[in-house]
């Protein structure tokens, strides 16, 4: 999702929740996403499914928006979303691609 949103996630965050932001940001964004094993493409399409998988639309919409700065094209967003149909069910898909849809929207609104 890139250094600029990393560091945006600190913006007005609230003494309280402040250790929690640090921790993702050294864990999630350092250590794992720094890894060798997987390039950062393959990464952004695993977090699609997991995020569809969890139902959390909030973070999948960042992290259409990594993938596609990753190099997932809109084609392999499609087909991810459609294997979580099959394994994560109809309605946790369906708002992902409502979501994905609503992002590469305003993407292209932007352009």
């Known amino acids: 999702?890139?250094?600029?949103?990393?560091?945006?996630?600190?913006?007005?965050?609230?003494?309280?929740?402040?250790?929690?932001?640090?921790?993702?940001?050294?864990?999630?964004?350092?250590?794992?996403?720094?890894?060798?094993?997987?390039?950062?493409?393959?990464?952004?399409?695993?977090?699609?499914?997991?995020?569809?998988?969890?139902?959390r639309p909030q973070e999948l919409a960042g992290h259409v928006r990594g993938a596609l700065n990753n190099g997932v094209t809109e084609l392999q967003i499609q087909e991810v979303l459609l294997q979580t149909l099959i394994y994560c069910g109809a309605p946790a898909a369906l708002e992902s691609f409502r979501v994905t849809e609503s992002v590469l929207q305003d993407i292209r609104n932007q352009h």
Do not use: I
């Not at 932001?21 to 997991?50: C, F, I």
């Open 1 to 55: 999702m890139g250094e600029a949103y990393v560091n945006r996630t600190f913006e007005g965050v609230s003494d309280f929740c402040r250790p929690v932001q640090e921790l993702v940001t050294e864990y999630a964004w350092g250590k794992v996403w720094s890894r060798p094993g997987l390039d950062h493409k393959t990464r952004s399409m695993l977090n699609l499914a997991m995020l569809t998988a969890l139902n």
